[in-house]
């Protein structure tokens, strides 16, 4: 798991400096596989069992919020393997007190497909 992490976090250190923009295409791996997570979420799986990614770091989802409705921008930054995409999402936290955020997923398709919240 430290691997992983250690692992992601290169993977985003790369990502912020060497990215651009770029439009976003769902119809990519990277795409496809963060619809499948954010699919996933919505339909009420558990975040360790997310469909189309081998590992998910969400902390919303973690803390049991509820995903009602998503909508993943155009302004994509991509890197290599990494893509970045502005998602805003539509939540119902464990209280059920609606929120929404807009944030940053970085999606790895190479060698696992990891799905990493950003922290920014």
């Known amino acids: 798991m430290q691997q992983l992490v250690s692992f992601v976090a290169v993977r985003l250190a790369v990502l912020a400096a060497t990215s651009n923009d770029s439009g976003f295409d769902g119809s990519s791996p990277a795409g496809e596989i963060l619809r499948s997570v954010l699919d996933a979420w919505k339909q009420g799986r558990k975040v360790d069992d997310p469909s189309g990614a081998d590992y998910v770091a969400e902390p919303r989802w973690k803390e049991g919020y509820r995903l009602e409705r998503f909508e993943i921008g155009s302004n994509l930054k991509a890197a290599d393997l990494d893509v970045s995409c502005p ?34």
């Open 87 to 120: 998602v805003e999402l539509w939540m119902s936290s464990p209280t059920g007190e609606a929120v929404r955020e807009e944030v940053y997923y970085v999606v790895s398709t190479s060698p696992r497909r990891v799905v990493v919240r950003s922290p920014s």
